[in-house]
Each structure stands twice: as C-alpha cells, then as structure tokens.
C-alpha cells in the first residue's frame, strides 16, 4: 500500500489584537484594504478572503502580506 502525503507550508498572519493566525495558502482568494476603518477591528489593515468564503482580518499591511504569499512554494495567485 502506497501512501501519500500532502504538506502544507502555513502563512503566518497576526489578527487586529495581535494574536497568531495560520492560513493555509491555497484556500486564498483574495487580498484587500479595508474600505471602511469602523466596520472592522482597531488595527486591521488587510482583509484575506478564503475559498470557504470566510475572511481574516489582519494586522499586516497587504503589501507584506503579499510578500509573504510569493515566498511561500504553495501559494498560486489568482
């Protein structure tokens, strides 16, 4: 019997507050601004919107979070 094991390398992203949050970077959709700053949390700076149609509001900037998605061998842009 062959077995056959998939690993992903988890994005690390920190929520408004601070805590520490891994995203598997293939459920990825989407990375936005917010466009209003009182719908979401004091210090979100990044909306990361998933495949399950969930989103992860962020404290890193997109920028830096795209940086982290391009250094990451699983991430494949939309």
């Given at each position: 019997?062959?077995?056959?094991?998939?690993?992903?390398?988890?994005?690390?992203?920190?929520?408004?507050?601070?805590?520490?949050?891994?995203?598997?970077?293939?459920?990825?959709?989407t990375i936005r601004e917010p466009l209003e700053t009182g719908h979401f949390a004091k210090g979100t700076h990044c909306l990361v919107y998933l495949s399950n149609r969930n989103f992860i509001a962020v404290r890193e900037h997109c920028d830096i979070v795209r940086?982290?998605?391009?250094d990451n061998p699983w991430y494949a842009p939309p």
């Open positions: 019997m062959k077995w056959l094991i998939a690993a992903y390398a988890l994005v690390e992203l920190h929520g408004p507050t601070g805590q520490r949050i891994f995203v598997n970077p293939t459920m990825i959709t940086i982290k998605l391009q």
